[in-house]
């Protein structure tokens, strides 16, 4: 990028291009869509046998190739949006030094140099002291250059200086001014020079083979593509999308965008505008639906642990979205990072007056598991609290590294997740529609460690209205009206065969260890005993189903018995401990007194809500 390319660039017409790829985009989606829900149906219900099968595996093709065309151009336009928001800076910083020195009479050479006049008085001659020519000093400068003219004082280069490195233009003054402007233009070309590295190097990848099959590897590569472009587009999304700013600033920012500017982000930028909290729901839904087949490619073919754990989520996940459900299912968050993000709705949490958000524990991670079983809780909480309000949503957010085994008796994962759980809900207050939503956070096991921590990260959970802990091994703080919402509206589901509920504290844990030395089994039960002193603790604080807590406890079922099992062995995330994951479940005879109780929090009906005497 040299003066005169960026000095005749025009970024508009950058800009007029991406309309062009837009429009281009547009259409191969209203293109897919006619295929999918038109054409498609109408053929499938008016003919059968093998051509009119053959007949449907060549348009499913097509559509493919629409959809392919769609993503791609839609790339395509977003890198040229940004190249040419980013790129008309350096060139107007450009523009505005090459009006200043057109206007002090100052030459620039191609390169950018700048010379000055002769002026002043040399003293030691009495004649004026010599012009010259200034160099920006920022790097820009060819070796070949330096090696010519030699570096001077304030980044001065001269023929006449040499290599001596000796200012002999001191006293004339134009040579600073003229250094200032030198300096300028030379800041604007290399400023240009690694946007426009940068955008080709991003654009060059949005290229398809002759001949184009669309298969797992494209979209693969179209994965790819899409981080090429959000790489690419860094300082241009920095710039544009309010990422540093709350969530009320991020609904508010995109409210003020076109139908078009809109469209461009969600497929240039699909997994920001999807995982960005105080964007609406149903444009997260549609951004990460869009998404979820790339993430699927990009792990195809890796054959590790971690990855097939995580395709085998997102499989299921998919599978999941393209069956219809009551209440409908919403794909808020998805992405890849640590062991994996998924956050689930059912029931649209922006237009429902009623909003829950499950916070899952120990173990849980993207896999077929979560998708299969985890995802099932969020379901079964707003089925049960729609029947008591029609206008309920349930959402599971595994937006954060729970626990996979021994870690989950340190508070670290809690701490790390909760700032971004505060942000999900602060998000979910944002976007809401009905104005003054009844909003309930919801912590299992572990998870209602990290409920705990939120409340204590910013005084209290943005927006929520109610808490409910079941299964908690404690929430860090000793009273219920800690937690923000006033004791009243704290709610705890503790099982009587739940473990997790029981465990010891740290001090009877460490005296039990140490009398389990001194005298086996009945030693760690008497040292553990005398350690309780009756005071209600458990390993994070203090027993939330206790009086000693102050919040309500409601009904659930005991759950299975369990032999019990030795201290080391409750951490094991391999330990199935029925009890304990039965709350959500009313079904298979679970826990349908848990289930409901929880439902009927939800939707904002504690009257309904079998209470149960604390311990």
Not at 89 to 100: G, K, M, N, Q, T
């Amino acid at each position: 990028m040299d003066l005169k390319a960026l000095k005749t660039l025009k970024p508009a017409e950058y800009a007029e291009a991406a309309d062009g790829y837009r429009a281009v985009s547009d259409a191969a989606d209203a293109a897919a869509e006619r295929i999918g829900k038109q054409i498609t149906n109408a053929m499938d219900a008016a003919n059968e046998g093998k051509a009119a099968d053959a007949a449907q595996k060549q348009l499913k093709k097509l559509a493919e190739n629409f959809h392919y065309t769609q993503v791609e151009c839609g790339l395509v336009s977003g890198s040229l949006n940004g190249f040419s928001a980013e790129i008309a800076s350096p060139r107007r910083r450009l523009i505005e030094a090459l009006d200043d020195a057109a206007s002090l009479g100052y030459p620039v050479s191609p390169a950018g140099d700048v010379t000055f006049p002769a002026g002043g008085e040399n003293k030691a001659t009495g004649g004026e002291v010599p012009g010259g020519t200034a160099v920006g000093n920022n790097g820009m400068l060819s070796p070949n250059n330096r090696a010519l003219y030699g570096p001077g004082p304030n980044g001065l280069y001269s023929p006449d200086a040499g290599t001596s490195g000796i200012d002999i233009h001191h006293g004339n003054p134009h040579h600073a001014k003229a250094q200032e402007i030198a300096d300028r233009i030379a800041h604007a070309l290399r400023e240009a020079t690694e946007i426009d590295e940068r955008y080709s190097e991003g654009l060059g990848k949005l290229k398809a083979a002759p001949g184009l099959s669309v298969n797992t590897k494209t979209w693969a590569d179209v994965a790819s593509d899409v981080d090429a472009v959000s790489t690419a587009a860094r300082e241009y999304l920095r710039d544009t999308v309010p990422l540093d700013k709350s969530p009320a600033d991020r609904k508010e920012w995109w409210d003020s965008l076109s139908d078009e500017q809109r469209e461009e982000y969600k497929i240039a930028f699909p997994e920001i505008i999807g995982n960005l909290d105080g964007i609406p729901a149903l444009v997260r839904d549609e951004a990460n639906r869009e998404n979820l087949p790339l993430l699927i490619a990009s792990l195809e073919g890796r054959h590790d642990e971690v990855s097939q754990a995580k395709l085998g989520g997102l499989e299921r996940i998919q599978e999941k979205l393209g069956k219809p459900s009551v209440p409908p299912m919403y794909l808020i968050g998805i992405g890849l990072e640590g062991n994996g993000r998924a956050i689930v709705a059912y029931g649209n949490p922006d237009t429902s007056k009623n909003v829950a958000a499950y916070v899952p524990g120990l173990g849980t991670k993207l896999d077929s598991e979560f998708a299969n079983g985890t995802v099932k809780r969020a379901f079964y909480t707003a089925a049960g609290a729609q029947k008591f309000d029609g206008s309920s949503s349930a959402i599971v957010w595994l937006g954060y590294d729970a626990p996979q085994s021994l870690d989950v008796m340190t508070t670290s994962d809690a701490k790390r997740g909760a700032p971004a759980y505060n942000s999900f809900m602060d998000g979910i207050s944002a976007t809401n529609m009905t104005h003054d939503a009844h909003v309930t956070a919801i912590g299992h096991s572990y998870g209602s460690r990290l409920v705990g921590a939120a409340t204590q990260d910013s005084g209290r959970i943005p927006g929520v209205d109610d808490i409910i802990l079941v299964g908690s091994p404690g929430v860090g703080v000793d009273r219920a009206e800690e937690l923000g919402v006033g004791k009243n509206h704290v709610w705890v589901g503790a099982a009587d065969n739940d473990i997790v509920t029981k465990l010891p504290s740290k001090n009877e844990a460490l005296a039990g260890a140490a009398g389990f030395f001194g005298g086996g089994p009945g030693g760690a039960y008497i040292a553990g005993e005398v350690a309780d002193q009756g005071d209600d603790d458990i390993w994070f604080g203090k027993d939330p189903a206790s009086k000693a807590f102050g919040a309500n406890r409601f009904q659930t079922l005991p759950g299975p018995e369990l032999i019990q099992p030795s201290f080391p062995q409750i951490w094991n995330s391999s330990l199935d401990i029925e009890a304990h994951s039965n709350y959500f479940t009313p079904e298979d005879g679970k826990d349908k007194v848990s289930a409901q109780n929880i439902a009927a929090i939800v939707a904002g009906h504690p009257e309904y809500v079998i209470r149960e005497t604390p311990r």
